[in-house]
């Protein structure tokens, strides 16, 4: 049952990501401009913040729960988001490992609440992740995952519009893969230098 | 002779490599072709290949590459084991670097109808950087057989609506998002799909990526590298050419290139007793020396079919394992017949194989053919220009009879010495039986030489220290407490043992991992005592054409692209010789030293080969700073200090 779901899902986000029929992506080229207008980018209101929900700058990274570098650069933004206090931390999943990926960010961003401590939990984790390992690091972080899958099962729509929009987003920025950033208006494709990036975030709040 | 050998590294000369456009900054990743440039190919026997080029500094994961049918079912597919990598970010898995490789086996190929597409799915990251997006392209199979396919960003794109998209929305995208505010750091590409030049395997200027892939017409290396036959034809004629190739393989005779014959052909004429008559001696040293001539020829008429050079091909692992274990057998018959004590059941077996004392001349042809192919693989100038004459001009006949006769001048003074060698050897007596363990050590030795292509470096250590204890155990040093008689036994024994010792610390470096068994306590002392007191120069390794594009558009200084391999003898002359003398080290201190290891191929190597008309190692090129050859600066084979020097002043 959850495997059939969890297929389904899957060819939804696989749709998003590029192999799919003409029809829906002339619609969406039309919606081009608008999927990436800065509200739809920087102020997605299905999109939980972190770091401080009312900062004055929006760090948006799009990233994947198996890929390394997300992982190991992530403690350096929590770090500068941390030190800043003033910057809005936007974690836009875009699941490109496969199912284990898209299970992680479905049950995370099912959490609610608590999708910041979800999302920390499966940070802490190794890059390869199958969903078992999914599944062994929310239970470690104190959530049921039996509840997740509910909570996700009851909220589908929502969870999987994200992860539509986001990964449309990314496809669309051009971004080659995980992790990408957005600093204020300033777009990271690649691995930025934190400089640069503390650079760009003061750029947007000066302007 | 040396003058002309030189003269034909000025006769190859260099081709023009534009300079590469710049590539975006360092931290912006690769387009994802450019990371991993996928091409398709028919394999042997109906299978179909794909090979990756991987830009240095990528890698693709093992378990992301699939294959699918058009309707979405997964097909098997043989993927060669990864490295592993394992650790506490990463955690369990297999990736590929610098190349990777995947075959569709026939089998699979069969069940397929007429007209079916095949999409392959793949996917990498960048070391400490991102990870991308799952990549697929579409191929039909059945096409490959009109020729190997590489997928450029267009090229996978006709039946892929999203690339389309990618296209229209390039323009309007780049003023949508600029109106909607965005600014990208780092000059990134702004567009979703960047436009590209259609079906370009590689980022190498575009001359270079339109380089014939077998090697028929293209690029300006026609007319200079493949000059040397087509040069000495013009002069004199065919025969005249096949002549000056009988006179370059004279002077290539007495190069290190040359010397394994020596000990190999040595050992042979002791196995086949004929060591002693000058006759006998001539008959099979001149069987070795035309079946090595034969082999060479037949180099020619591989390159001519395959394309490719066969000495690199036969440095596999079993190849080398098999010639290895072959010399192996003959110093156990060597032993078996006239030594040691070794078990009956040994010495039949081994007879049965190695039949000894009177082995035909036939096995001394086969010994000579394989030295050729496998044991003393040396590619140098007459034979690169040779192969690339044959590869340009399809003429076999001419190319394979100027390496045949190449080969037949390499090995006159093999004859020579087969067959005035016998004069210096001692007539019949008790010292047969003591010469006859001498060939069986040549063999013995020649074998832990071989092998030590293929495995640890410590582990050849070891055997090379195994080998002294065993001519130790020979000689008698650690025989019963017996007072030496004579003068001979005695010094028999001195010689033992100074093999005792030597064996001993060899063992004893092995267990401590030294590498260079000239240097076994090189662990024990922290490298202090290093011979020469340099460090070895520091190379950037290559793996394929799109590594090396990257690096000369991320590197603005002259260059040295240096290709080499383990197995290569002449390599570790211009390594100790060149690349150690002051004044060359002087020399190169701000030139960007890039190598291609060939120890083992891998298909982005193989590209690039054919893409430089490089036909093996060692083979340098001196590249200027803007990303162009020098003219008349390929070196191809061994060459002195002063011709490095002086091809390096010219970049």
């Known amino acids: ?207 | 002779m040396r003058g002309l050998v030189q003269s034909i590294g000025v006769v190859i000369a260099g081709f023009v490599l534009t300079a590469a456009p710049a590539l975006a900054q360092p931290n912006v990743p690769l387009h994802v072709d450019k990371a991993f440039a996928l091409s398709a190919e028919q394999g042997p026997a109906g299978a179909v290949d794909l090979d990756w080029a991987i830009a240095e500094g990528y890698y693709l994961y093992r378990d992301r590459i699939e294959l699918k049918t058009a309707d979405g079912a997964s097909l098997p597919l043989e993927t060669p084991e990864g490295e592993p990598k394992d650790d506490p970010y990463f955690g369990r898995m297999e990736i590929y670097h610098g190349a990777a490789s995947a075959s569709i086996a026939p089998s699979v190929l069969e069940r397929l109808g007429d007209g079916a597409t095949l999409s392959v799915t793949y996917q990498g990251c960048q070391d400490d950087g991102i990870c991308y997006a799952p990549e697929t392209k579409s191929f039909d199979p059945m096409a490959l057989a009109a020729g190997p396919v590489a997928f450029g960003e267009t090229a996978s794109s006709p039946g892929d609506p999203m690339a389309l998209l990618g296209r229209e929305l390039s323009q309007e995208d780049t003023r949508s998002s600029s109106a909607s505010g965005w600014s990208f750091a780092q000059d990134a590409p702004v567009t979703a799909r960047p436009a590209e030049p259609p079906s370009v395997v590689s980022n190498l200027p575009e001359e270079v990526s339109r380089a014939p892939q077998g090697g028929s017409t293209g690029i300006v290396t026609d007319a200079s590298a493949g000059g040397l036959v087509a040069g000495l034809v013009s002069q004199g004629g065919a025969p005249f050419a096949i002549g000056a190739f009988f006179l370059l393989g004279l002077g290539l005779a007495f190069t290190p290139c040359v010397f394994p014959m020596y000990p190999i052909l040595a050992g042979q004429l002791g196995r086949v007793g004929a060591e002693r008559s000058a006759v006998r001696g001539a008959l099979h040293s001149s069987a070795y020396v035309l079946s090595m001539a034969v082999a060479f020829g037949l180099l020619g008429v591989a390159a001519a079919w395959s394309g490719q050079n066969l000495q690199i091909a036969l440095q596999s692992p079993l190849a080398v394992g098999l010639v290895s274990a072959l010399f192996l057998l003959l110093a156990l018959a060597m032993f078996g017949a006239f030594a040691l004590k070794l078990p009956d059941g040994w010495v039949n077996g081994v007879n049965r194989i190695m039949p000894n004392g009177r082995g035909g001349l036939a096995s001394t042809a086969g010994l000579g053919f394989l030295s050729a192919l496998i044991v003393g693989p040396c590619v140098t100038a007459p034979l690169a220009g040779a192969l690339l004459y044959i590869g340009q001009t399809g003429d076999v006949a001419l190319g394979a009879a100027s390496l045949f006769a190449l080969g037949l001048g390499q090995g006159v003074p093999l004859i020579a010495f087969g067959t005035f060698g016998s004069r210096i050897m001692p007539k019949a007596g008790p010292w047969m039986k003591a010469v006859n363990i001498v060939f069986g050590f040549v063999f013995l030795a020649l074998s832990v030489w071989m092998v030590s292509r293929i495995v640890e470096p410590w582990i050849a250590v070891g055997l090379w220290g195994l080998l002294g204890l065993s001519l130790a155990i020979a000689l008698g040093a650690v025989a019963g407490g017996e007072t030496a008689t004579s003068l001979k036994v005695s010094t028999a024994r001195l010689a033992g043992l100074v093999a005792l010792v030597l064996g001993g610390t060899l063992l004893v470096g092995a267990a401590a991992g030294a590498k260079d068994p000239f240097r076994p306590l090189e662990p024990l002392t922290g490298g202090r005592v290093v011979a020469g007191g340099q460090a070895p120069l520091e190379f950037t390794t290559i793996g394929g054409p799109a590594d090396l594009a990257q690096r000369i558009s991320d590197v603005d200084r002259s260059r040295l692209l240096y290709f080499t391999a383990d197995w290569c003898v002449s390599c570790d002359i211009i390594e100790r010789e060149i690349f150690e003398d002051p004044a060359v080290r002087e020399r190169l201190a701000d030139v960007d030293l890039m190598k291609v290891d060939l120890t083992s191929v891998t298909p982005g190597h193989d590209l690039l080969m054919k893409q430089l008309s490089v036909v093996g190692p060692p083979t340098m090129l001196f590249i200027g700073k803007n990303g162009t050859e020098a003219e008349g600066t390929r070196a191809v084979g061994e060459l002195s200090a002063e011709g490095f020097l002086t091809r390096a002043g010219r970049i």
């Open chain 1, 1 to 207: 049952m959850t495997t059939n779901m969890e297929r389904r899902a899957f060819l939804a986000a696989a749709f998003a990501l590029g192999s799919t029929p003409l029809l829906p992506m002339i619609a969406r080229a039309q919606n081009a401009r608008e999927e990436l207008s800065q509200d739809a980018i920087l102020r997605d209101p299905e999109v939980p913040a972190l770091g401080n929900p009312n900062g004055d700058v929006t760090l948006v990274e799009y990233f994947d729960y198996q890929c390394p570098y997300c992982k190991t650069q992530f403690p350096e933004i929590e770090a500068l988001v941390r030190q800043d206090g003033n910057i809005r931390l936007v974690m836009k999943d875009w699941p490109i490992f496969g199912p284990a990926s898209l299970y992680a960010s479905r049950l995370a961003l099912a959490a609610g609440q608590h999708h910041d401590k979800a999302l920390r939990a499966l940070m802490a984790t190794q890059a390869r992740l199958s969903q078992e390992d999914v599944e062994a690091a929310l239970t470690r972080a104190g959530f049921k995952i039996e509840a997740l899958n509910a909570a996700y099962g009851r909220d589908r729509q929502r969870i999987d519009g994200i992860i539509a929009r986001n990964s449309s987003q990314a496809e669309q920025f051009g971004f080659m893969g995980t992790p990408a950033y957005i600093a204020g208006t300033t777009v990271f494709p690649g691995v930025p230098d934190m400089a640069d990036m503390k650079k760009a975030i003061a750029e947007a709040r000066a302007s």
